[in-house]
């Protein structure tokens, strides 16, 4: 009995986070194309029929451009809050809309997830965790501020997908305009400004 997670794409090109048991899989955001997740999962030997939910963490294009295609394909309800939703430019079906709130875990087949607020320049960002079968995982993108939510839910799991996308050097010699890198630089998008060491798994694709 274990989980298995796989890091389908991670940055500012797109996001997606794929966890399954044996049964059923959910993907954490989906910010790359249908056509590419679809090549991605092939490649792991992964089958998208098996996703049973999309969780969106918040409405940037490099977390959702994927969703609406793939739920439309597969017939998958996408888990969004409203904020999220009416902040976005996804056109889903309504039949496949599924809210969801703070604190409060879903339950999809055999998986728990856990969804969190977290600290990002977005209309209503969160994190998540999912677990399953004794082993529970973390979904932490675009950090901001390493706060007391992302501390207690970062010690009680197994391993978590740590992303943050920041370098002062690469931003401030990169091609970015300059109201797009002091809006990095402000701490609520992608900076990841850790005073301590922490240890981290960012996978491809492991089996726990």
Known sequence: ????????????????YFVSNEEEAVLIDAGISCREL???MSRLGLLPGKIKAIFVSHEHTDHISGIKILSKKYRI?????????????????????????????VTIGG???????????????????????GVKIAILTDIGKVCERVVEHFKACHAAFLEANYDE???ENGGY????KNRIRGGERG?????????FLQATALNL
């Open 38 to 40: 679809e090549k991605r």
């Open 1 to 16: 009995m274990s989980l298995f997670i796989a890091s389908l794409n991670s940055g500012s090109n797109g996001n997606c």
């Open 169 to 171: 050097d690469m931003l």
């Open 177 to 180: 305009p300059v109201y797009l």
């Open 111 to 133: 998986l728990s997830i856990h969804p969190f607020s977290k600290d990002h320049d977005a209309a209503d960002p969160y994190s998540f965790t999912v677990e399953g079968n």
């Open 191 to 199: 900076i990841c400004p850790i005073s301590r060491p922490w240890i």
């Open 77 to 105: 309800p996408v888990y969004i809050t409203e904020n999220t939703l009416k902040n976005s430019s996804l056109k889903l079906q309504p039949e496949l809309v599924r809210s969801f709130t703070a604190n409060t875990v």
